[in-house]
């Protein structure tokens, strides 16, 4: 008991402990206190680099004025920076990152390139490819479920128009084409896509998989869609129909509006505009648009470039010029540009836009929309008056009419010798002087073809008068002058405005290849190969309504160095494709590998799928082997 009494603690004091505890409790305070900061410091290493915490506007304090930074390989970014001036909708929220696009593919190598905004190669390491799996209606590592006939039956009645069936016969051993005579008949399942896309489809599949198709072996059915954008009822892609009017609904919906369970769509392959949005149409299978194909099918059979690519490749750019160094072309590409138009340009033709998405837009009648509120005092009987009551129809006007509005009152803010600050209406905005000269900041006007197929067109008259009423007040919105692609050239700021697809085709890489910068009409779809151009790398985003398309203008007028820049990155990707390596890694990318994955999806029901397309009223076009498809459809059109 003694023992225990002399290491009792003093009275009052029950908190106190030896000398001997408390120096080992100072021990493992410090050990503790050790452990945890080496802990935090583990922690916040690995929450930086995995983007716990973002750095990225610490780093963008450092940068001052208007800054397009260099368009970098992996994590360095294409960033605007807007401080201090006047484009106050231009800032970090609006302007899009090219890394959180995943647009970068791998079939563009660009560390083949000199990186324009830097003054080194890039390495391949520096270079990380990497897939959205959402970005793509058919990514190259997407997985195709399984699908058979049944999955085929239940798709076609969806589709209003222009979906056709490739159908591989094994007691034949031959492809078949097989079109619906009361949907598509002579005029549509003839024309020229039919023509590109089923040949080249037929030769692919006995080329690539010619041990998938031998007599014995199962049969194929394909749905192929040649439309500018899928031809699927409206009903399928949109859920409130009371958008749409009750004439709208019976044109655009089919002939039910309901049942339509995508799940158990079959694969369609889609060569023209694709939706963004997977979810619209999960089974879209994106390929190659087929203004396109022509240039592939050559490349498939003869591995060969074609012209066309060639020719656009040698005037890609500021120049034209093939110099492996931006030293060595930087005076020219300087002096070239310098001497551009420094001017939005765009021509083309007054289509509608993406219906089934957007019902509210259409085309502009004039007797209907304008001179109705002329005589109801709405608007004034003048050329002011009339783009007033332009403003009055802003919601229902498509991205073609209103950059052609901006243009008519711009032209009309030159003649007038004045700025007009858009007193009757909100969607003026004033001339911009880029130069001695003063030029309106758009030239856009819709173009009207005196001929088509080397045929002279019979309406041209009846035309023409849809547009005179607002020639007559001095509002230039129609030509019949075609531009051609070096009168186009001569313009620094191109612009391609989606049309009735949401996309232009040929319109976008055409435009990358010239010397000015595109301005690129970003839209609910997307053409196979625009996930390959990177926003602010390739070229300058505008917003799918074009509410920004102003603001993107003064920015590229105030960073007339960056957008040259931008211009010459453009230039050098619309080199690449005519280049050999690029075409075969294309062809094998966007056309080989994804139609295998859908011939690998196939599922034979073992029926004789002639005699169940034949109850169902399918017509035979064409057939053959597949080195020798040919069309025997006879029937002449109708009157």
């Known amino acids: 008991m003694a023992g225990d009494a002399a290491h009792a603690p003093p009275p009052h004091s029950d908190f106190s402990i030896s000398p001997m505890a408390a120096a080992r409790f100072a021990i493992c305070k410090t050990s503790l206190v050790a452990l945890l900061s080496l802990l935090f410091i583990v922690v916040l290493n690995h929450t930086v680099h995995h983007g716990g915490i973002s750095v990225r506007s610490a780093e963008s304090t450092e940068r001052s004025g208007a800054t397009l930074t260099s368009a970098g390989a992996g994590r360095r970014h294409s960033l605007l920076q807007i401080n201090g001036n006047n484009n106050s909708n231009i800032n970090n929220a609006t302007i899009t990152n090219a890394d959180q696009h995943h647009y970068h593919r791998k079939l563009f190598k660009l560390s083949d390139f000199l990186d324009p905004k830097s003054t080194s190669e890039r390495t391949h390491d520096e270079f990380q490819h990497n897939d959205n799996p959402t970005a793509s209606s058919s990514s190259s590592s997407s997985t195709i479920p399984p699908y058979s006939l049944y999955n085929i039956l239940r798709t076609i009645p969806h589709f209003r128009r222009e979906l056709f069936l490739l159908h591989y016969s094994p007691h034949h051993d031959q492809f078949h084409v097989y079109i619906n005579e009361s949907k598509d008949?002579?005029?549509?399942?003839?024309?020229?896509?039919?023509?590109?896309?089923?040949?080249?489809?037929?030769?692919?599949?006995?080329?690539?998989?010619?041990?998938?198709?031998?007599?014995?072996?199962?049969?194929?059915?394909?749905?192929?869609?040649?439309?500018?954008?899928?031809?699927?009822?409206?009903?399928?892609?949109?859920?409130?129909?009371?958008?749409?009017?009750?004439?709208?609904t019976n044109n655009r919906f089919g002939s039910g509006t309901s049942g339509c369970n995508k799940n158990l769509f079959a694969p369609i392959l889609q060569f023209g505009a694709v939706f963004r949005d997977t979810t619209i149409l999960p089974s879209l299978v994106t390929m190659p648009v087929w203004h396109h194909l022509p240039c592939l099918r050559q490349w498939q059979q003869t591995q060969t470039i074609c012209?066309?690519?060639?020719?656009?490749?040698?005037?890609?750019?500021?120049?034209?010029?093939?110099?492996?160094?931006?030293?060595?072309?930087?005076?020219?590409?300087?002096?070239?540009?310098?001497?551009?138009?420094?001017?939005?340009?765009?021509?083309?033709?007054?289509?509608?836009?993406?219906?089934c998405i957007h019902p509210q837009l259409r085309l502009i009648d004039y007797e209907m929309d304008i001179e109705k509120r002329i005589q109801l005092s709405q608007c004034r009987d003048s050329a002011?008056?009339?783009?007033?009551?332009?403003?009055?129809?802003?919601?229902?006007?498509?991205?073609?009419?209103?950059?052609?509005?901006?243009?008519?009152?711009?032209?009309?803010?030159?003649?007038?010798?004045?700025?007009?600050?858009?007193?009757?209406?909100?969607?003026?905005?004033?001339?911009?002087?880029?130069?001695?000269?003063?030029?309106?900041?758009?030239?856009?006007?819709?173009?009207?073809?005196?001929?088509?197929?080397?045929?002279?067109?019979?309406?041209?008259?009846?035309?023409?008068?849809?547009?005179?009423?607002?020639?007559?007040?001095?509002?230039?919105?129609?030509?019949?002058?075609?531009?051609?692609?070096?009168?186009?050239?001569?313009?620094?700021?191109?612009?391609?405005?989606?049309?009735?697809?949401?996309?232009?085709?040929?319109?976008?890489?055409?435009?990358?290849?010239?010397?000015?910068?595109?301005?690129?009409?970003?839209?609910?779809?997307?053409?196979?190969?625009h996930d390959d151009i990177v926003p602010w790398m390739h070229y300058i985003p505008v917003d799918e309504s074009l509410s920004d398309l102003h603001d993107m203008y003064q920015w590229a007028i105030q960073n007339n160095e960056q957008a040259m820049r931008i211009s010459e990155a453009a230039s050098e990707y619309?080199?690449?494709?005519?280049?050999?390596?690029?075409?075969?890694?294309?062809?094998?990318?966007?056309?080989?590998?994804?139609?295998g994955r859908v011939v690998d999806a196939y599922e034979s029901t073992g029926e004789d799928v002639g005699k169940v397309l034949k109850e169902r009223k399918w017509t035979l076009i064409a057939k053959g082997s597949g080195k020798d498809l040919k069309f025997q459809y006879t029937k002449e059109p109708s009157a």
């Open 574 to 595: 619309v080199k690449s494709w005519a280049e050999p390596r690029f075409m075969e890694e294309m062809y094998n990318r966007y056309y080989v590998e994804t139609l």
């Open 307 to 355: 012209p066309s690519y060639k020719e656009r490749a040698a005037i890609a750019g500021v120049g034209g010029s093939h110099s492996n160094t931006a030293a060595a072309t930087a005076p020219l590409l300087e002096q070239v540009w310098e001497n551009l138009l420094p001017q939005i340009i765009w021509r083309g033709s007054d289509f509608g836009f993406l219906w």
């Open 185 to 248: 008949g002579w005029v549509t399942a003839l024309h020229n896509r039919i023509y590109q896309i089923m040949p080249m489809l037929a030769y692919a599949l006995r080329h690539h998989f010619g041990h998938r198709f031998t007599k014995g072996s199962n049969d194929l059915v394909l749905l192929v869609s040649s439309g500018d954008e899928p031809k699927v009822n409206c009903h399928c892609i949109v859920n409130d129909m009371s958008l749409f009017s009750e004439d709208a």
């Open 384 to 529: 002011r008056g009339i783009l007033h009551c332009l403003t009055q129809l802003w919601e229902i006007l498509t991205p073609r009419w209103r950059a052609v509005f901006w243009s008519s009152e711009a032209d009309l803010n030159v003649h007038e010798g004045m700025e007009y600050d858009n007193e009757e209406g909100e969607r003026g905005h004033s001339t911009s002087i880029s130069s001695s000269v003063q030029l309106p900041w758009i030239d856009a006007k819709f173009t009207v073809k005196t001929r088509v197929h080397n045929h002279a067109v019979s309406n041209i008259e009846k035309i023409m008068n849809r547009y005179t009423p607002y020639e007559q007040y001095g509002l230039h919105v129609v030509t019949t002058d075609f531009m051609s692609f070096e009168e186009l050239s001569r313009y620094r700021y191109q612009f391609d405005i989606g049309g009735g697809g949401g996309t232009t085709f040929g319109g976008t890489i055409d435009k990358l290849a010239m010397p000015g910068v595109l301005f690129h009409h970003v839209t609910s779809t997307k053409d196979y190969f």
